[in-house]
Each structure stands twice: as C-alpha cells, then as structure tokens.
C-alpha cells in the first residue's frame, strides 16, 4: 500500500530505522539532535520540528526519503523526547531555540518542516527570520481555529492551572495499553494500517516517556502557550504572523485529523502569500508517519516549482 514506504534492503520499514543521535548544547540546555545518516555534506539542510508530546522520531521516514535531496536533522525540543525542560516551552521559547540550533547547525537559508504545534512554531520563525528559510512545510499546523473542537477543549483543560495536571495525572494513572490506544486513535487516521515494526517502535517511545519527570509540565506549558494564541488580538494572532511569511509554503492536511480540523485548510492557504496544499483524506494528525510518501512528493514538487 503506497500510503506506508516499503521495507527497505534490511528489512525494516522506514519509519522504524532511527537516525543517529548526538547532543548540542543550545539555549542552557543538551538538546538531542538527530541527523539523517549517509547523506552528502554539500545538500541543502533542512530541519524537521515535531509537535506537542512528539519527538524527533516522528519524522524518521520523510527525512530517510528525502536523503537524496536535503541534509536533514531533527531536534527533541526542551521538554519532549529525550531533551530535559530548561525554563518555558511555549512556542516563542520553542522558536528562541530553533534559531539559536539553525544558527549554530546549519546557517541558512534551509527547508524547515513543522507538525502541529512544531508547525505554529515554525511559521514564528520563518516570518521572525526569513533569511534562515528557503521553504516551509506545515503538516496539521496548530494555528487558530474558530470552531469549538473535543481536542481545544481538551487544551483548555490542560492548560488552565491546577486543573491540567489533575487531568494529566488521571491520564497517567489509566492501564498503559488502555492510554496506548486512545493515542494511536487520536494521532493516526488509521493506525491499523502502521507497519508492525513501526507501532512497536511508538510504543517504546511512550513507555519510555512515563519516566520523564518533566513530560507533565512541559505539555502543560505547550498546551498554554497554544491556547494563548488562539485567543491573541487579530494583529497579534498566528494568522497576522503567517501573512509576514515570504517563502514558498506547502500546507499538509489529513481528513481523519482529530487534533486540527482539515476545514481551516482554506484559510491557511489564503493567509499564505505563496502557499500550495496537500490533502489527504485517509491521514490524521501526522501525515509525515502514515503518508510519507505523499508528502515527499508535494515537497519535491515545492521546490522544484
């Protein structure tokens, strides 16, 4: 099925083959960056942000197959993956660190790729700094929304003092398995499609992640400072921000997406000066896991453009 890479010479499919990983020091904190292996030192970089909860490995398959085209890295930012919290995470703190690593990495101009809440993140940067980005790719942005969903009530809730961290707390305290499942049905549009090697590997990661002693208070910090922007004054909204943006932009939508809601696509692209789309009816929130290949394509049609 085209929607999943097949496996490669190994064996293994794509989205479960991590990236080596190192450590840069970066805004007062060891940031653990992942880079594409095996890739030519004289392509264009580009660096992949992940969203709320995410971490560097949700963009292990797009990164392999563009391997041929762009130099990617991949961070966990400050409170997520395997990188310690050091002060806020919001996303004016998330793009603080992102210039500083593009700086110190990779110079610019580069292709930066954002999902979700790495998506919000980005389009801050790319309109902040428009000398260090060549192309923007969002995948399910976490940009304002009009429309009340279960997931902004959801945000709401975690965001609003005291009451986030008992309703993170009550999460916590559900069977794992029971916790596994509602996170693969509200991420992926069809998680019964994943690679078997690739589900493994996403459970791993979250089992893995219930001994992080700062995962709680970095989702609630995100959360905040998602919610925070969705209610900022016109001038001062992500979507003000996104017309300042000049690069060429591809937006990336699923039609099974629980966490943003594909209708606000129009809008997006209009807000854009020069945007492009990609829907996928079949995909959820992180089209880069279950549509890598769709997503390779539009990009590569991005910049050739």
């Given amino acids: 099925m085209e929607s999943y890479a097949s496996v490669t010479g190994s064996g293994v499919p794509l989205g479960a083959q991590e990236w080596p990983a190192r450590q840069v020091p970066v805004a007062g904190v060891d940031l653990l960056v992942r880079e594409v292996p095996g890739v030519a030192a004289d392509l264009p970089p580009a660096l992949f942000v992940h969203g709320l909860g995410g971490s560097s490995l949700n963009w292990t398959e797009l990164g392999l197959r563009l391997s041929d085209t762009v130099r990617g890295i991949a961070p966990d930012l400050p409170g997520f993956g395997r990188t310690p919290l050091a002060g806020a995470a919001g996303i004016h703190e998330q793009v603080e660190v992102l210039i500083e690593l593009i700086e110190r990495e990779c110079g610019g101009p580069l292709h930066l790729f954002g999902n979700s809440m790495g998506g919000a993140s980005s389009v801050a940067l790319a309109a902040r700094r428009p000398d260090l980005v060549a192309s923007l790719t969002l995948i399910s942005p976490a940009l304002p929304h009009p429309r009340v969903s279960a997931s902004a009530l959801w945000f709401t809730a975690v965001a609003t003092p005291r009451l986030g961290r008992v309703v993170l707390e009550r999460t916590r305290r559900m069977p794992f398995d029971r916790r596994f499942r509602a996170s693969l049905a509200m991420v992926f549009g069809e998680p019964r499609l994943l690679p078997a090697e690739v589900r493994a590997a996403y459970e791993a990661e979250l089992r893995r992640r219930?001994?992080?002693?700062?995962?709680?208070?970095?989702?609630?910090?995100?959360?905040?400072?998602?919610?925070?922007?969705?209610?900022?004054?016109?001038?001062?909204?992500?979507?003000?921000?996104?017309?300042?943006?000049?690069?060429?932009?591809?937006?990336?939508?699923?039609?099974?997406?629980?966490?943003?809601?594909?209708?606000?696509?129009?809008?997006?692209?209009?807000?854009?000066?020069?945007?492009?789309?990609?829907y996928i009816p079949q995909s959820g929130h992180v089209a880069q896991m279950e549509h890598a290949p769709q997503v390779e394509r539009a990009f590569r049609q991005l910049i050739e453009s």
């Fill in 210 to 278: 219930d001994g992080d002693p700062w995962g709680m208070q970095a989702t609630v910090e995100g959360a905040r400072s998602i919610l925070r922007s969705s209610v900022a004054l016109p001038h001062r909204s992500l979507w003000a921000v996104a017309a300042q943006v000049e690069c060429p932009v591809l937006l990336v939508y699923g039609g099974k997406d629980r966490l943003v809601d594909p209708r606000i696509r129009t809008k997006a692209q209009r807000s854009f000066r020069n945007a492009r789309s990609l």
